[in-house]
């Protein structure tokens, strides 16, 4: 099993920025593709990012890209979210996913990640 523990949320005015962190504890050995995911009220759960066990390979979602950033420190078993250019439409729980499988191409489907977090809420106001 692998726990996922997120962190770095909060509030913050748009145009801000914020780093999130997912701290991964338990068989993190296995680990290879990890990925955030978001969800609104009312909304389903969307993608965000996702990389690659040694980060090689990172996919965004269109309404992240250019402003989003994904990374991993596998020493730290810790996985970051950097967000710039923040917009009130950002506004969401944040979810860290993680899965034993190198996903390239259903990297942002919810089906294909093994481990979650609990979510950590960002709110970005006008």
């Known amino acids: 099993q692998v726990q996922l523990v997120e962190s770095g949320g909060g509030l913050v005015q748009a145009g801000g920025s914020l780093r999130l962190s997912c701290a991964a504890s338990g068989r993190t050995f296995g680990v290879n593709t990890m990925g955030w995911f978001r969800q609104a009220p009312g909304k389903e759960r969307d993608f965000v990012a996702s990389?690659?066990?040694?980060?090689?390979?990172?996919y965004y979602a269109d309404s992240v890209k250019g402003r989003f950033t994904i990374s991993r420190d596998n020493a730290k078993n810790t996985l970051y979210l950097q967000m710039n250019s923040l917009k009130p439409e950002d506004t969401a729980v944040y979810y860290c996913?993680?899965?034993?499988?190198?996903?390239?191409?259903?990297?942002?489907?919810?089906?294909?990640?093994?481990?979650w977090g609990q979510g950590t809420q960002v709110t970005v106001s006008i």
């Open positions: 996913a993680a899965t034993i499988y190198e996903l390239r191409v259903f990297y942002s489907r919810r089906d294909r990640y093994d481990y």
């Open positions: 990389i690659n066990w040694n980060g090689g390979n990172t």
